[in-house]
C-alpha cells in the first residue's frame, strides 16, 4: 500500500500512488538485475521516482521509459555486488550477469527481462538500435559460453 502522505524528505514530491504500485516492484528488480545488490536496486528505484518531473504525462509510455532510464542511469553510478554476496547475487544467472560489462548487461536486461523491443530498449539506453544490438548478441555470447546448458 503506498502512502504519498508519509514519504522520507529525499524522495522529493509524492508519486501518484497508482504510478508507484504499477512500476515501484518492476524497477526494483531491474536494478537488482544490474547491480546484483537488492538493498541499492530499492534505493535506485525511489530515486527514479523522486527525479520524475512533475510536467511529465502521467498516463503516458513516456513514464514507463523515464523511470527505465533513470534506473539505468543511477546504475551505472552504483558498484556492483561483490561476488561473495548472500542470497540473490548467489544465483548463477545474477552472478553471470555481473560478470559481464556494463552495456552488455544492461543491452541482455533490457530486451530478456523487461522483454522491451530494440527500438524501445536503445531509447531506454540512449544508443542507437545497431549499438544495443551489436552490445546485446556480444553479451548473449558470454552468458552462452559462461552458464549451463539446460
Not at 4 to 10: A, L
Not at 22 to 42: I, K, M, S
Not at 81 to 109: K, M, N, S, T, Y
Amino acid at each position: 500500500m503506498c502512502d504519498t502522505d508519509q514519504h522520507p524528505p529525499w524522495a522529493g514530491a509524492p508519486v501518484d500512488c497508482q504510478l508507484h504500485e504499477a512500476y515501484y516492484r518492476q524497477l526494483v528488480r531491474l536494478a537488482a538485475l544490474l547491480t546484483g545488490d537488492q538493498h541499492a536496486a530499492e534505493e535506485v528505484a525511489a530515486a527514479a521516482f523522486a527525479a520524475l518531473p512533475p510536467s511529465l504525462a502521467l498516463d503516458s509510455d513516456n513514464v514507463v521509459r523515464f523511470l527505465q532510464r533513470q534506473v539505468l542511469v543511477r546504475c551505472r553510478r552504483t558498484r556492483p555486488c561483490q561476488p561473495d554476496a548472500p542470497g540473490f547475487a548467489q544465483l548463477p544467472v545474477v552472478r553471470a550477469l555481473q560478470e559481464l560489462p556494463l552495456h552488455g548487461r544492461e543491452a541482455v536486461v533490457l530486451t530478456h527481462y523487461l522483454e522491451l523491443t530494440g527500438q524501445q530498449a536503445a531509447v531506454v539506453a540512449g544508443v542507437s538500435q545497431a549499438v544495443l544490438h551489436k552490445r546485446l548478441g556480444r553479451a548473449m555470447q558470454v552468458l552462452q559460453d559462461r552458464l549451463p546448458q539446460a
